[in-house]
């Protein structure tokens, strides 16, 4: 499971109500997660401090990878 890197912005595509995460909050990928056969991603969520409020194990599907644009040279 390498189709979204580690360090990637994501976003949620749904609520995650048990976490207190509603869908389309941002968070970044801070880990690989496998356990028997399962593949999921550790999912840090922070505030515009940089404090972190969220830590959440989620699958692929459940996720967006946001993109920037980039400057043309």
């Known amino acids: ?3 979204i890197p580690l360090l990637a912005a994501v976003a949620l595509t749904e609520d995650l109500p048990n976490n ?6 941002i968070g ?4 690989y997660l496998e356990r028997e056969g399962e593949c999921a991603l550790l999912v840090e969520f922070s505030d515009e401090h940089g ?4 830590m959440a194990d989620m699958r692929p599907d459940q996720l967006m ?9």
């Open 51 to 54: 404090e972190t409020y969220a």
């Open 20 to 25: 207190k995460l509603t869908r389309g909050q």
């Open 65 to 73: 990878v946001l993109h920037r644009r980039t400057e043309a040279a």
């Open 28 to 31: 970044t990928v801070v880990e």
């Open 1 to 3: 499971m390498k189709a």
